[in-house]
């Protein structure tokens, strides 16, 4: 922490501005084999805080050619900056499931233009795309799974099938609705503030019962 009181980022010394993009980078890395030592798992000394990227610049660095695989799931509400997000931290060689982006793609129309007769394709690239990811088919080094997913049933079944870790993008409903009054791209913004009023209604932090 500098005078200010800004974290900042042991790696890159830069501020660590937004509590997500904030990670904990452990020296000696974490195996199979040396996970359930407190002195490695748990040891301060052992443990960095650095940004999102950054950490994935130093496990690329040191597995020599061939990076740690991850899975992030990366959530939150609609116009929250998910996919802002992820477009800053991604490297080349990263695999990036968005379904606004899989809509794009096959139908030629605007992003956000989702005709409903393609739904049960759209689906299915999707679901294909999740299980690869599971048995970790190809030669990615981090892919992130981007998605509004409210519920947290749905986020901890998707979490144990892929092993993949939660980064919840925080925004609350009036900067989400506040930000859609200012997009000028191809969405509905009735049915929009609809779809940001639902998330959060059906919202459930980490650690409510389900």
Not at 18 to 32: K, N, P, Q, S
Not at 67 to 87: A, C, D, F, I, M
Not at 98 to 110: E, K, R, V
Request: net charge negative.
């Amino acid at each position: 922490v500098n005078a200010e009181g800004k974290l900042l980022c042991e790696h890159c010394g830069e501020p660590i501005v937004r509590a997500y993009d904030c990670i904990g980078h452990h020296v000696i890395e974490l195996t199979e084999d040396n996970y359930i030592d407190t002195n490695i798992s748990l040891n301060p000394d052992n443990i960095k805080l650095v940004h999102h990227r950054c950490h994935n610049k130093i496990h690329n660095k040191l597995a020599y050619g061939e990076s740690v695989r991850r899975v992030y799931l990366v959530y939150g509400p609609p116009l929250s900056g998910k996919t802002s997000w992820v477009n800053e931290v991604m490297n080349e060689g990263d695999l990036i499931i968005d379904m606004d982006s899989i809509w794009q793609c096959i139908s030629g129309c605007d992003r956000y233009i989702k005709p409903g007769r393609l739904n049960a394709v759209v689906f299915g690239i999707r679901d294909k795309l999740l299980d690869d990811v599971r048995i970790r088919l190809g030669k990615w080094k981090n892919a992130y799974i981007i998605g509004g997913y409210p519920l947290i049933s749905e986020r901890e079944r998707l979490c144990r099938t892929l092993g993949a870790r939660e980064i919840f993008i925080e925004c609350s409903m009036e900067e989400c609705l506040q930000r859609l009054t200012l997009t000028e791209d191809a969405r509905d913004k009735v049915e929009w503030e609809k779809y940001i009023e639902d998330w959060f209604r059906k919202y459930g932090p980490p650690g409510l019962p389900k």
